[in-house]
């Protein structure tokens, strides 16, 4: 579904992401953790060139990310991203900003459209928020709209970029309530979090990064109970107790 | 004061009118509201090319922007009176100069607030839009622009009071707008200057404070709609 091969990137002088090479089959779910600065929130970015790339070659689908000529917008639309930070659009309500992307690319009948919104959001649990805007809603209600608007051109496989590190500990849960309904509905998820409890439960694979190196990959299983690499040692022996 | 406006008030209001050319508080009002409709879409146009990827198309709105933002109005009502008629061929009224000046200078102006505000727009904003698989003009229509331009509505206020002022530069092309109606009705008391020009700052005030106040509470109803703080 999504492969990246000998992925290099450059900000400037640093270099961010060092050969990384990653394949996600379709319906995996795959959580990308590791201290910060670490290089996964722009590995998960270059996935759908939110972030460009220097050199290596990224497919989702069988499509180069990266080949000249290519509709980016048409590729985009086949990928969902959920933000750390929502980036919910404040002059629409709820409703419209699930719709947008329907409205604005399949050019969908906007009773289509509402109808198919309000079951996305029906999903998320905010059926009574339709009307409501962005600034009503609390963070946990915001990023689950978030989710809905991804989900709302059907996208094979959803990028979640710390969708719960924004969040107040209470909401959390709600957030990856939906999450993990998700996976169970078989969505291939590339999810780049801190909640280990999540990975440990849901995710298919591990895959822990370090300076723009993974340094490891292996089931949540194998991971949390017998990290290989020392990084990885040191990093859970840092996070586990805080987490529980 | 009051015996002024009592005494001269329809000369202050419309000028000659209906025995002559349109002129007084209607014709500021008018030559205020032209230059305002068609600065606006100007503006909006060059404040685009500012922000655009092509570097060529940005570096052209830009030049324009600071060669008219580097001259003074009054320099522009000059030129322009003497340029359009050499231009189109034909003599053209004061009015129209007043008003092609007027939206030269403005929309250059204007462009800049348009720019602050676009580019204060976060750029997750715009990601998220394009994530969606949104292209780049719907994202600037749909997202960016309606945030942008509301965020700087109290700016834009700004440049719009400034423009119903600036119209009255446009006495010294003769044309009938309300300054040159208050020196007609000086030149008729003779003796009573700070009193005729006291109701030409007062109607001035009242005309630009409606502006302000208008476009504050139009401000504060859409920010109670969309909850912003």
Redesign the interface.
């Known amino acids: 579904m999504i492969q990246l091969e000998q992925v290099n990137k450059w900000f400037g002088e640093n270099h961010v992401l060092k050969n990384v090479d990653l394949r996600i089959a379709a319906g995996e779910v795959v959580v990308v953790c590791g201290p910060s600065g670490s290089g996964k929130s722009t590995l998960i970015r270059t996935i ?1 060139r ?1 972030e460009p790339i220097e050199k290596g070659r990224i497919t989702v689908n069988g499509q180069d990310v990266y080949a000249k000529g290519l509709n980016i ?7 969902g ?1 959920v ?1 750390q ?1 929502f ?5 629409m309500s709820v409703l419209d900003n699930v719709m ?2 329907p409205l ?2 399949r050019k969908t009948p906007r009773d289509t459209a509402m109808a198919d919104a309000k079951v996305l959001l029906e999903r998320v649990g905010l059926s009574h928020k339709l009307d ?5 809603l609390s963070g946990g209600q915001q990023q689950r709209v ?1 989710i809905a ?2 989900l ?2 059907k996208p094979p496989v959803m990028l979640f970029d710390e969708p719960t590190s924004a969040l107040d500990p209470e909401m959390v849960g709600e957030v990856l309530q939906v999450m993990k309904s998700l996976a169970k509905d078989g969505m291939t998820m590339v999810c780049v979090t801190h909640e280990m409890g999540f990975a440990r439960e849901v995710s298919d694979r591990v895959v822990f990064m370090d300076a723009g190196e993974i340094l490891e990959s292996d089931t949540p299983a194998n991971f949390f109970s017998a990290p290989k690499h020392p990084r990885a040692q040191r990093f859970l022996s840092d996070i586990l107790p805080s987490h529980g | 004061m009051l015996d002024i406006i009592r005494e001269y008030w329809p000369l202050l209001l419309v000028g000659q009118y209906p025995h002559g050319p349109l002129g007084g508080l209607a014709m500021t009002l008018i030559v205020a509201g032209l230059g305002l409709l068609l600065s606006l879409p100007l503006a909006l146009m060059i404040a685009i090319a500012r922000v655009s990827p092509y570097r060529w198309v940005a570096r052209c709105a830009a030049a324009l922007v600071h060669v008219v933002r580097g001259m003074p109005l009054l320099m522009l009502i000059f030129w322009a009176y003497f340029v359009v008629p050499k231009v189109t061929g034909h003599a053209v009224s004061g009015f129209t100069t007043l008003v092609c000046a007027l939206v030269i200078y403005e929309s250059a102006y204007l462009s800049e607030v348009i720019r602050s505000g676009i580019e204060a727009i ?1 750029r ?2 715009i ?9 780049y003009w ?1 994202t600037m229509f ?2 960016v622009l ?2 942008a331009l ?1 965020n700087v509505l109290p700016s834009m206020t700004s440049q719009f009071v400034s423009t119903v002022k600036e119209t009255s530069l446009g006495y010294v092309i003769s044309v009938n707008e309300l300054t040159f109606a208050a020196n007609q009705v000086n030149n008729l008391v003779l003796t009573k200057p700070l009193q005729v020009f006291g109701v030409l700052a007062i109607i001035y005030f009242i005309v630009c404070f409606t502006l302000s106040r208008g476009v504050s509470l139009l401000d504060a109803r859409v920010r109670r ?5």
């Open positions: 759908n939110l917008n048409t590729l985009r639309a086949g990928i991203f933000f930070s980036n919910l659009f404040p002059h947008f992307a604005n690319i409501a805007y962005p600034g009503n978030a608007r991804a709302a051109l | 976060p997750g904003q990601e998220a839009s394009r994530s969606l698989g949104v292209g719907r749909k997202v309606p945030q509301f709609t969309r909850a912003m703080r």
